[in-house]
């Protein structure tokens, strides 16, 4: 809303004879809750995202003689409102019975805990004088979900999640009248429907029709029940859903979400029902050494999880932490501190980040400590902090409900960011315009405004030529620019050169499409930025992240509610591990290593003389490792055999490594090569908190004993640092979490007291009562003068064009149910039938050039390696390009993918390398339903 | 396989991983696909885009008119164009009776042949005709009932594709069907040269011309006293003066749905003189400033729907629709449609869902604007009060209410048929003076008011003045003034279960008092000894809880049988 807001004067009216005032906005089953009378009501889910339907009459109250639902109905000036008038106790038991009638009995409903068996026995109606209808069946097909129509009352909650909330629009209600129901796409079973398991239907559900089917029997009652529930923050993606484990018995039932900042109850199918990882036999459960006998490490060397005593032997922790400690300390020793690296993780906790890197820095004297993030968004925070001096996000993204233009580029939310994907959805659905820029199509089409699917690697030329655009029809924020920011003349200058008309058959979109989206960005109120790896991940990744940076400052859409420039972080907490400064340049809150006046202050908190030089990022170690010139590497949580470019060289690189310690907890890829394995707890069994994409600090709790002796990561930590000669004494994450504040500005506000009871703080905060500045640069950036600097990017090569050789371009992709290398979701028993196998997509051109029908094997390769896997039919990959998700070890995409690095962020090139694609020989194909009508898209 | 340089290459079944090999993955993305060529078939018939949402409806229509049927394949093409979810397409075309979906694997039978089972068609024993079409068509077409068509003056009323069959009988309908004769039969009807030669239009272009002053018009209307002649009864000059105080933008919403059991008389003025109604559209668009009218027309009216958008088309030509542009909005087979807000859902492209109340649909109407929504015959008589005076209209009542009425009436009579006479007149007149009294061997028992919705009273009780506010008392109603005539051949039982037959059918399913309530109702009344307090009990509920008139009126049959039948039902 801009301008002027109307101010509607609140209303005054009685209930039950008692006066009471409501807000114009409020509905009288609003007021009567507030002043502590609850009506009955099933349609009506007094959650956020829900609008009150009206349709199952159970809140009929009495207002001047007749009955109407309170649910819906906003009170006028001097209406009386009656509540429980016989009228209106007789209706709603009436209404209570016809639902009672067709409901199985509730000896063995589906949910007997449910809000419909609640108000059943409030309302002192839960048996029925009226005859039956015939009672549909169960249907089973979806593993996480159990569909029992017979208890459904049709108040078309699930629908309002499905579509209003959630944005997926796969419920609908097929029919009219009593033969109505609830159905998925056209009324198919939901297994085999576009329904992607985000269970809002079943967290919605009041009656039990909708429930995961881990509680019911076979006979669809229901068997079991929680003793405890404990809230907890989700550890997939950057999204940070807050969550609540139902737990029994040492055992997560269920998971539900809960209303976070960032997500509001909903949830993706990873939380809903990627627990149970926790409980795979694979779990590492005692400390391993490396056996005297073991084969000789090469890069072909692969462990059987199951079977880790083929190539280790158990160990008590004494043994095995004095062997860790003992071997990285011999290769110190004698080499000194430049042979020396660590991963540390971004799904492990701020408090384990932050001990990481001091252990590094204090302990091994070295900078060469960092984490996933290179892979990520190391190119967007590096033109960040160049170009506005810091690489955290500028708004939410939930401020996309308060734009009026959001673009979406080279990212896939749906996919990745489900959660922040519903939000783009509602603000579309609200008629915001939304722009997705993609060479591949996704399922944000259905309700974007515009999809720009430009050529892979082209993203300057477009972006320039929206820049060109702007400034040639004088679009800019005049006077935002003179004060916020510096070098828009040089900008000037520079974008001459990219004009539309030229750059068009650079990126393939008509140069009416780039003016028309660069119109409406820069004019509209506000406009907001969202990005993901499309644009981090390539050697000119930097260059990408500064056109975008550019748009925004140049149209001042940067700084004010519903706009700003907000890279989607992957990991759960790799925002946190950034800010905690598991980064080889910079130290905790983003103080440069190489900074006299921060090292010294560091040097003294930490009481240690700490290395001047900054350290090797991800895959430079792993190039230095190659060579033989990191000799002794400790990795916390981090699969690096799988994640990193040109695994291959990843793999000897590790193989060749003299001493390594891996902490995890399964034995992974990266971790069958390690001489010390410390099996750690995992993130339900462990206190902690993660920061989200959002910059929102939220608390994760510990649920579940951790199997065996696996023990939480900071534990196994200080326990090293113990061995290597600090004296660490932290007594939990608490103490951990207090020290960080004394060094980290961004938190010294927060308080772990606050956190447990508010389970979420945004940074910056100023104290308890703020609640976190959730826009931030409003009043210019953290740079000199305040000035945002523009940088002009140029339009470079790219990483291995294709040639004839290699003629398709391979660009890696992720599942929807996996994370990462899968270690957790492929342990799942939900997540793994979802997607249980690697696949590579491609569209129907290539594969009919290449005579591959879906279902078929083929072979990929690249310069690197080559790997056989199943091809997947899927019109969203564009002609020319072949996508695999990554995090599949048998058919692993990052064999094939190479180390060439954006210069200054130092990220690999993911998104874009050459690769050729060759059918199987007919022997090697597996059987699979091929018949070539199947080119459905 | 090539001739590349040695590089590590990982086979399938190479590496082990906790899921690896057990599972084939899915070979193409999730849930039902669409081909290309499909969605460019389908593109070629809508037309490019953009595709507004509110044609759904339509876009269905033109996909079934040409292929006979909504494949799934055309579905999914559609849902794709229109950016819209599969799930959303189904669920609009599941709602209406008229659409064919025909799921993977099936094709449709080349005819639909549609017997209908309302009253007025069962009391000519449609039931029987329905089970010999079935025997004697057998797999070769689609047999199925229907509920009422608007054709029950001339019962059994039958349709095979968009051809009606009057009197139908296997004979008739088989010469139909063989002949391949299955479009619409345009009757005789007057066109717009012959309506303006008559003087036609003259009316509209002086208001137009600002001859006349828009309260003046108001005034006319309500002096004559013209009622909502829907059923529902409003005063349409009180409802045209409320619209024209709103803000603009305003839309008109012509309600011509006519689906209530036993209703033929807008269809009956309207294939006769159908651009009385466009005028008087155009008038009201006029007086309350309108820019947009929409007249929603039932689907099975097919040949009505061919009258006036030939006739919409010549009035554009004739530059009458200036201030106000003529939308032809197609139902699709939903009774509940003509409720007006479940109306405006339909227009909207949607499920027929009534709205509740709270905002009014005058305020917030079709697409969220105010909105005028009259019935067709109400719009139908506005030129004619207009020039020939309020008097003119209200002075052909009698027993002192004004007006004439268009009684719809069928069943057990001589003469079936449209009858334009007073209101106020009593079943008796009505039947005797102006319907040629009862069929040869039947003896007048009772009758059905307002279609199915206005309760049903004995022959004992036919000297009532049939008019709004005058049976309220006795429990009833005149609604849409249909009157099916039953005999001393048909038991009451019989007859109360047709009518909620239909109504369990027709609910719309939105509310529990209606979409259960429809269904137990027509359980207990299945029952041999009617538990009458049980029945009280959910006519109670029905009538209290329900969102629209729907549910409210569908306890009417039960209740006037319970009260007026009693011997007969072994009610003590």
């Known amino acids: 809303m801009s301008g002027g807001i109307i101010k509607r004067d609140d209303v005054h009216f009685m209930i039950d004879g008692e006066e009471v005032t409501a807000s114009p906005y409020e509905t009288i089953w609003q007021v009567a809750k507030r002043i502590g009378k609850l009506i009955p009501h099933l349609c009506y889910r007094d959650a956020p995202g829900y609008r009150p339907d009206g349709n199952c009459r159970s809140c009929l109250v009495e207002i001047d003689g007749a009955l109407e639902v309170s649910c819906r109905w906003k009170p006028q000036p001097g209406m009386q409102v009656l509540t429980d008038t016989p009228l209106a106790r007789k209706t709603r038991a009436s209404v209570m019975e016809l639902l009672v009638t067709d409901q199985p009995p509730r000896e063995q409903a589906h949910d007997p805990d449910s809000p419909f068996w609640y108000w059943a ?155 149970d990882y926790v409980k795979h036999p694979h779990r590492l459960t005692r400390p391993l050494i490396r056996r005297d006998d073991a084969p000789a490490k090469t890069s072909e060397l692969e462990i059987d999880p199951a079977d880790p005593l083929t190539h280790f032997r158990e160990a008590s922790w ?237 149209t001042g859409q940067v700084g004010r509610e519903g706009t700003g420039l907000h890279p989607l972080r992957g990991q759960n907490n790799v925002q946190g591990a950034s800010d905690c400064g598991l980064i080889p340049f910079m130290f905790p809150d983003y103080q440069a290593v190489d900074n006299a006046n921060a090292r010294a202050t560091f040097e003294t908190f930490w009481n240690a003389t700490l290395d001047p030089v900054r350290g090797l990022t991800v895959v ?28 291959q060289h990843v793999r000897e690189a590790l193989a060749r490594m003299e001493f390594l310690v891996s902490q995890d907890i399964f034995l992974t890829e990266t971790a069958a090569f390690a001489d010390v394995v410390l099996p750690a707890a995992a993130w339900p069994e462990k206190d902690g908190t993660v920061t989200n994409t959002n910059r929102q600090v939220q608390m994760g709790r510990r649920a579940l004993e951790a199997p065996g002796e696996a023990m939480p990561d900071w534990w196994i930590v200080q326990e090293i640092a113990r061995r290597l000669g600090l004296d660490w004494n932290y007594s939990g994450p608490e103490d951990v979490f207090n020290e960080m504040r004394q060094c980290m500005p961004s938190i010294r506000n927060i308080t772990w007291e606050r956190l447990m009871k508010d389970n979420a703080v945004t940074y910056p905060c100023s104290g308890d009562d703020d609640p976190g500045q959730a826009i931030v640069f409003g009043d210019g950036f953290p740079m000199e003068e305040g000035r945002g600097v523009f940088v002009p990017a140029f339009i470079t090569p790219d990483n291995e064009p294709p040639d004839s050789d290699y003629p398709m371009i391979l660009s890696t992709a992720r599942n929807l149910e996996h994370w990462h290398t899968g270690s957790m979701t492929r342990r799942s028993t939900v997540l793994d039938a979802l997607e249980p196998e690697a696949v590579a997509m491609m569209c129907k051109a290539d594969m009919l050039r290449l005579g591959l029908k879906p279902g078929d094997l083929a072979r990929i390769s690249t310069r690197r390696g080559a790997i056989d896997i199943r091809i997947r039919y899927d019109y969203r990959t564009p002609e020319g390009v072949i996508n695999i998700p990554f995090g599949w070890s048998e058919a692993p995409a990052n064999l094939l993918t190479n180390t060439n690095l954006d210069p200054f962020g130092k990220i690999p090139s993911a998104k874009y390398c050459a690769a050729r694609v060759e059918k199987l020989l007919p022997e090697i194909r597996a059987t699979a339903d091929t018949s070539l009508e199947e080119f459905a898209e | 396989m090539s001739r590349q340089p040695q590089v590590p290459t990982v086979h399938v079944g190479d590496r082990l991983h ?66 819209l979810s599969q799930a959303e397409v189904h669920q609009v075309a599941s709602f209406y009776s008229q659409f064919v979906i025909v799921p993977d694997g099936k094709t449709a039978a080349p005819v639909i042949l549609r017997v209908c089972d309302s009253l007025a068609c069962a009391l ?51 010469q139909v069907i063989d002949a391949g004769d299955l479009e619409p039969v345009i009757p005789e009807y007057r066109n717009f040269n012959d309506y303006v030669a008559a003087g036609g239009y003259r009316l509209l272009q002086e208001c137009l011309e600002g001859k006349h002053e828009r309260q ?72 309350c400033e309108t820019h947009q009218a929409y007249i929603y027309l039932r689907d099975e009216y097919h040949y009505v729907r061919e009258i006036l958008k030939t006739e919409i088309r010549k009035v554009e030509n004739a530059g009458l629709t200036k201030h106000c542009r003529l939308f032809l909005s197609r139902g699709a087979g939903a009774y509940v449609c003509g409720e007006r807000s479940a109306m405006l859902e339909s227009i909207e492209g949607k499920r027929g869902y009534p709205r509740l109340k709270d905002p ?53 009579v001589k003469e079936p048929g449209v009858k334009l006479v007073a209101a106020g007149i009593a079943m008796n007149e009505l039947l005797y003076e102006h319907c040629g009294g009862m069929v040869d061997g039947h003896v007048f028992k009772g009758y059905c008011l307002g279609g199915s919705a206005g309760g049903i009273l004995p022959a004992s009780m036919a000297d009532i003045p049939l008019d709004f506010d005058t049976l309220e008392e006795f429990g009833c109603s005149i609604g849409s003034a249909a009157i099916t005539v039953f005999s001393d051949h048909d038991p009451i039982r019989d007859v109360v279960r047709n009518l909620m037959l239909f109504f369990e059918d027709e609910s719309c399913g939105q509310c529990t008092p209606c979409r259960v309530g429809t269904e137990k109702a027509v359980k207990l009344i299945e029952q041999n000894n009617w538990d009458e307090s049980l029945l009280n009990d959910l006519c109670d509920v029905m009538q209290h809880a329900s969102i629209c008139g729907l549910g409210q009126a569908a306890p009417a049959p039960i209740r006037t049988a319970m009260k007026y039948f009693r011997n007969e039902l072994g009610l003590v």
């Not at chain 1, 430079?620 to 695994?647: Q, R």
């Not at chain 2, 993955?25 to 953009?50: H, N």
């Open chain 2, 360 to 412: 009014r649909t005058t305020v917030v109407g079709l697409f969220g604007i105010p909105t005028l929504i009259n019935n067709a015959e109400t719009l139908f008589w506005v030129r004619d009060i207009i020039e020939q005076g309020p008097d003119w209209f209200s002075k052909q009542g009698s027993n002192g209410r004004p007006g004439p009425r268009a009684f719809s009436v069928s069943g057990r």
């Open chain 2, 216 to 287: 003046a018009i108001i005034d006319l209307l309500s002096d004559a006293s013209l009622r909502g002649l829907g059923g529902a009864g409003y005063p349409t000059g009180r409802k045209w003066a409320s619209v024209l105080k709103l803000p603009k933008p305003k839309i008109v919403a012509v309600n011509f749905d006519e689906s209530e059991m036993g209703t033929f008389k807008d269809r009956f003025f309207i294939e006769r003189d159908p651009h009385r109604l466009l005028e008087g559209t155009l008038i009201a668009a006029w007086t």
């Open chain 1, 121 to 275: 026995e409030k309302i002192g109606v839960t048996q029925s004088r009226y005859p039956r209808r015939e009672m549909p069946v169960t249907d089973n097909s979806h593993l996480g979900i159990a569909v029992n129509l017979d208890a459904c009352i049709h108040c078309q909650l699930c629908i309002l999640g499905c579509s209003e909330v959630q944005g997926h629009d796969v419920i609908g209600m097929h029919g009219r009248g009593i033969r109505a129901k609830i159905g998925f796409d056209f009324d198919d079973p939901m297994g085999d429907s576009t329904c992607v398991s985000c269970g809002e239907c079943v967290q919605a559900c009041p009656t039990g029709a909708l429930m995961p089917s881990t509680l019911l029997d076979e006979q669809q009652v229901l068997t079991k029940r929680p003793d405890k529930k404990i809230d907890s923050v989700c550890p997939y993606c950057g999204v940070g859903c807050q969550i609540s484990y139902n737990v029994r018995d040492n055992e997560i039932l269920y998971v539900d979400g809960q209303d976070g900042p960032a997500n509001n109850n909903r949830l993706c199918v990873k939380a809903r029902f990627g627990f």
């Open chain 1, 318 to 554: 004494e043994e095995a932490l004095d062997a860790a400690a003992a071997g990285l300390k011999k290769v110190l020793d004698r080499d000194g501190s430049g042979v020396m690296a660590g991963f540390g993780s971004a799904k492990c906790s701020n408090e384990e980040a932050y001990l990481f890197q001091k252990l590094f820095r204090t302990a091994f004297g070295t900078n060469n400590v960092d984490h996933c993030t290179r892979l990520c968004h190391a190119s967007s925070v590096a033109a960040l902090l160049e170009g506005i001096g810091s690489g955290a996000v500028s708004a939410p993204f939930t401020a996309a409900l308060d734009a009026d233009v959001i673009i979406v580029i080279g990212a896939n939310p749906v996919e990745n960011h489900p959660v922040a994907a519903t939000y783009f959805r509602n603000a579309a659905d609200f008629g915001a315009t939304l722009i997705v820029m993609d060479p591949r199509l996704n399922e944000l089409s259905r309700h974007a405004t515009h999809f720009l699917q430009f050529k892979p690697g082209s993203d300057v030329a477009l972006l320039n030529a929206m820049l060109y655009t702007i400034i040639r029809e004088e679009l800019y924020d005049r006077h935002y620019i003179e004060r916020y920011t510096e070098g828009f003349e040089a900008l000037k200058v520079h974008i001459e050169d990219y004009a539309p008309e030229k750059m068009a058959p650079i990126c393939g979109i008509d140069a009416n499409t780039i003016r028309t989206v660069a119109r409406k960005y820069a004019t509209a109120h506000r406009s907001i930025i969202f990005w993901g790896m499309g644009i981090s991940q390539s050697i000119h990744g930097t260059d990408n992240a500064r056109c975008l940076i550019a748009l925004a400052m140049a």
């Open chain 2, 18 to 83: 906790p899921g690896a090999g057990r599972r084939k993955g899915r070979i193409k993305p999730r849930g039902r696909g669409v081909e290309q060529s499909v969605i460019d078939e389908i593109r070629t018939l809508i037309g490019e885009p953009p595709y507004e949402r509110r044609r759904l409806i339509d876009y269905l229509h033109f996909i079934q008119d040409r292929y006979g049927c909504l494949s799934y394949p055309h579905m999914a093409a559609l849902a794709r164009l229109m950016q």
């Open chain 1, 620 to 647: 430079e170690i792993m190039d230095a490792a190659h060579a033989g010139k990191i000799k002794a590497m400790y990795m916390m949580g981090e699969n690096p055999a799988i994640s990193d470019p040109d695994i």
């Open chain 2, 124 to 174: 000519q024993d449609s039931d029987d005709l329905l089970k010999q079409c079935k025997e004697y068509f057998g797999e070769d077409i689609d047999v199925v009932r229907a509920p009422c068509m608007g054709r029950c003056d001339c019962a059994p009323a039958a349709s095979a594709n968009k051809r009606h069959i009057d009197h139908a009988t296997v004979e008739n309908i088989a």
